[in-house]
């Protein structure tokens, strides 16, 4: 049985991916980290280690915001939303992202 590989994320694309995960709307942070493998078909896994620093960070630059709620399991969790400031700044990242997945692309496909 071959497992896929998965991939550790660069800061700058965690914080991108989070942005774009919460713009369907608040969040746990355990929730994000489910939707990001779960949309990259399970290539892509955010760590513990990785995921709540960049909430935390995203939260300090004030592009998101965090509440106490409970979750589906009726435990509580702090769920994490997008600001208006969030919002813009996944927009400013949005076409940065994009040139970043050509360049690679371009990488994995050089002869």
Same mark, same amino acid.
């Given at each position: #049985?071959?497992?896929? &590989?998965?991939?550790? =994320?660069? $800061?700058?694309?965690?914080?991108?991916? %989070?942005?774009?995960?919460?713009? /369907? !709307? &608040? #969040?746990? !942070?355990?929730?994000?980290?489910?939707? %990001?493998?779960? %949309?990259?078909?399970?290539?892509? @896994?955010?760590?513990?280690?990785?995921? *709540? &620093? /960049?909430?935390?960070? =995203?939260?300090? $630059?004030?592009?998101? @915001?965090?509440?106490?709620?409970?979750?589906? =399991? !009726?435990?509580?969790?702090?769920? *994490?939303?997008?600001?208006?400031? !969030?919002? @813009? $700044?996944?927009?400013?990242?949005?076409?940065?992202?994009?040139?970043?997945?050509?360049? =690679?692309?371009?990488?994995?496909? #050089?002869?």
């Amino acid at each position: #049985m071959s497992q896929q &590989p998965r991939l550790d =994320l660069l $800061q700058g694309t965690l914080d991108l991916l %989070i942005l774009r995960t919460l713009q /369907a !709307g &608040p #969040m746990h !942070g355990w929730a994000v980290s489910e939707r %990001i493998q779960q %949309i990259s078909q399970e290539v892509l @896994k955010v760590n513990q280690g990785s995921l *709540y &620093p /960049a909430l935390h960070r =995203l939260e300090h $630059q004030g592009w998101v @915001k965090a509440e106490w709620g409970v979750s589906e =399991l !009726g435990r509580r969790a702090r769920f *994490y939303q997008l600001t208006v400031a !969030g919002r @813009k $700044q996944l927009e400013l990242e949005w076409e940065d992202g994009e040139k970043l997945a050509a360049a =690679l692309g371009r990488v994995m496909r #050089m002869a």
